[in-house]
Structure formats: structure tokens, C-alpha cells
């Protein structure tokens, strides 16, 4: 993968546990780290579920290898936003990681 291909900065971000103003527990993404990616939109799809249209939009996000990324995180790319949902890291030479998402926002 050519540096060139990676033209995206992205955030990614767990599920964890934060805390209000008030000193309550609360759900928040916390960041994990930042990576450049490269991002292609894969393919979408529009459904009609409970008469309400549904649409969702698959992508490809590579970037160099690493394994703290798991299922459930999200990618941040400004205000675009994809839930990773597998992770298909190049085992044999470490080189880069595929993440496949679907973009929630």
C-alpha cells in the first residue's frame, strides 16, 4: 500500500464508560488512536422496513497493520462516521488491516 493511497485521518473510537457533569456513569466513544486510512465505498442498499425507507451504505477502510481495533469501534472521518464490522488484518505479512464498515452517519 503506497502512502499516497492513504488520504484519510481517522479517529477510532470505543464504546467505554464516562462520567457527567453530575458524576454519573454514561455511555461515550473514547478515542483508541488515529491512523491514515484509505476508504472506498463498497456498495449501498435502500430497504423499506416498518414503512420507514432504510438505507445503508458498506465501505472498505485500510490502513497500516494493527491489531487494537476490534468489531463494535468506530471510525471517525470528520463527520462521517463507520462502525466497524469485521476485521481482516494481512496475517502473513503485517502489513495493513481491512476493516469492513458500514456508515452510520
Given at each position: 500500500?503506497?502512502?499516497?493511497?492513504?488520504?484519510r485521518y481517522l479517529t477510532?473510537?470505543?464504546?467505554?464508560?464516562?462520567?457527567?457533569?453530575?458524576?454519573?456513569?454514561?455511555?461515550?466513544?473514547?478515542?483508541?488512536?488515529?491512523?491514515w486510512a484509505s476508504v472506498?465505498?463498497?456498495?449501498?442498499?435502500?430497504?423499506?422496513?416498518?414503512?420507514?425507507?432504510?438505507?445503508?451504505?458498506?465501505?472498505?477502510?485500510?490502513?497500516?497493520?494493527?491489531?487494537?481495533?476490534?468489531?463494535?469501534?468506530?471510525?471517525?472521518?470528520?463527520?462521517r462516521v463507520y462502525e466497524?464490522?469485521?476485521?481482516?488484518?494481512?496475517?502473513?505479512?503485517?502489513?495493513?488491516?481491512?476493516?469492513?464498515?458500514?456508515?452510520?452517519?
Open positions: 500500500m503506497r502512502a499516497g493511497d492513504r488520504d477510532f473510537k470505543r464504546l467505554g464508560g464516562a462520567e457527567n457533569e453530575l458524576g454519573e456513569k454514561v455511555d461515550a466513544w473514547v478515542n483508541v488512536g488515529n491512523a472506498k465505498m463498497l456498495n449501498g442498499l435502500q430497504a423499506l422496513k416498518a414503512d420507514q425507507p432504510l438505507t445503508t451504505v458498506q465501505a472498505s477502510v485500510r490502513t497500516l497493520y494493527r491489531t487494537d481495533i476490534v468489531p463494535g469501534m468506530r471510525a471517525h472521518d470528520g463527520a466497524v464490522k469485521a476485521v481482516l488484518p494481512d496475517v502473513s505479512r503485517k502489513k495493513y488491516t481491512d476493516f469492513v464498515c458500514e456508515v452510520v452517519a
